[in-house]
C-alpha cells in the first residue's frame, strides 16, 4: 500500500481500487477513526471511477503521529492537502462518509478552489453545527419496530438519549445502522472492532475541532457541485438533516435512498452507485 508523508512527517496510507482514465475519487473514512477497508467498493464506484481510500493517521496502515493531539478532525485537513499534491492533482474529487464527511467539510472550507466535485455521504453534520432533533431520531428509529431486534435496540436508544449507554447498549442499536440486519451487515458492523481506533475517536471530536458558524459562512465560496446523500432510515445523518447541509452551498443537491441507513452502498449498492457514480462523471 502507497505510504506518503504528511506535513508533520507521519506516514499516511492510501489504497487505491477501480479503473479508468480519470483521477482518483479521494475517499475519507469515517468511524470516526476507522480504516478505510470498511468502505469496501463502495457498492460498485470502484468499478466506474479510481479510487483512493486514504487510512487516516492512527488507522489501517498509517502511521500514528508523534503528537495525538493530531487526531482532532480540524488537524487533519492538511494531511488531505498533501494527498492532493502526492497525487499531482490541480482539482480532485472528494467523497467523504459519517465522521470522514466532517473532514471533507473543513477542508472545502479552508481549500474551496481545489474541489472538482464533493461527495458526502450521510454525513455527519456536526463540523456545521446542525442538530437532529430528539423528536425526528425517534420518528425514525421507530420506523424499524417489528424487526425481531427492534425492543432491545430501541431501549438502548433511550439510554444513548439520556446519556447512561453502555457498551452492551451501544452494541443493542447496531442494526439501527443498516437497512437491513443480514449477515453480510453482521460482518460489516463486526470488523469495526478491529478497525476503529478508540483513543484516536475520541480527540477527533473533541473541543476545538470545529468552528460552525465559520465553516458554513466558508462553503458559499465552494462553487464546486456538492452531493448530499442520506439513507431514509439513518438516525445519525437523517434526509432532513441532509437537506439543510446540501443548502449551504450554491451548488448542493440531495438523494434520499429509501430502505437504507448509515451505510447505503451496502443497503442499495446499484441505487447507491448510480446516484454517486453519475455525480462524479
Request: with cysteine; net charge neutral.
Amino acid at each position: 500500500m502507497p505510504i506518503f508523508s504528511a506535513p508533520d512527517g507521519t506516514g499516511l496510507a492510501v489504497r487505491f481500487g477501480g479503473s479508468g482514465a480519470e483521477p482518483p475519487v479521494v475517499c475519507l473514512p469515517g468511524g470516526p477513526m476507522r480504516a478505510g477497508v470498511y468502505l469496501g467498493d463502495l457498492g460498485g464506484l470502484s468499478a466506474r471511477r479510481r479510487v483512493a481510500v486514504l487510512d487516516l493517521r492512527g488507522t489501517g496502515a498509517s502511521e500514528e503521529p508523534r503528537d495525538p493531539a493530531t487526531y482532532r478532525c480540524d488537524r487533519q485537513v492538511e494531511d488531505v492537502e498533501a494527498l492532493r499534491k502526492h497525487l499531482g492533482l490541480d482539482r480532485f474529487d472528494l467523497l467523504g462518509h459519517s465522521a470522514g464527511a466532517s473532514l471533507a467539510l473543513r477542508y472545502a472550507a479552508r481549500y474551496p478552489e481545489r474541489l472538482r466535485r464533493l461527495a458526502l455521504i450521510a454525513p455527519s453534520p456536526r463540523a456545521v453545527g446542525f442538530e437532529l432533533p430528539a423528536a425526528e431520531r425517534l420518528r425514525i428509529v421507530a420506523r424499524r419496530a417489528g424487526a425481531p431486534w427492534f425492543a432491545a435496540a430501541s431501549a438502548a436508544y433511550g439510554a444513548i438519549a439520556a446519556q447512561t449507554a453502555t457498551g452492551a447498549d451501544w452494541a443493542a442499536v447496531a442494526p439501527l445502522y443498516y437497512g437491513r440486519w443480514d449477515a453480510e451487515a453482521q460482518r460489516h458492523h463486526a470488523g469495526e472492532r478491529v478497525q476503529r481506533n478508540g483513543a484516536a475517536a475520541r480527540i477527533y471530536n473533541s473541543a476545538g475541532a470545529f468552528e460552525p458558524e465559520a465553516t458554513r459562512a466558508a462553503l458559499g465560496a465552494v462553487t464546486a457541485p456538492v452531493l448530499v446523500l442520506a439513507g431514509e432510515l439513518d438516525w445519525i445523518a437523517s434526509p432532513a438533516v441532509a437537506e439543510r447541509l446540501a443548502g449551504l452551498f450554491p451548488d448542493g443537491r440531495v438523494v434520499v435512498l429509501p430502505g437504507a441507513a448509515h451505510y447505503p452502498w451496502l443497503d442499495d449498492a446499484p441505487a447507491f452507485g448510480s446516484a454517486v457514480g453519475g455525480f462524479l462523471a
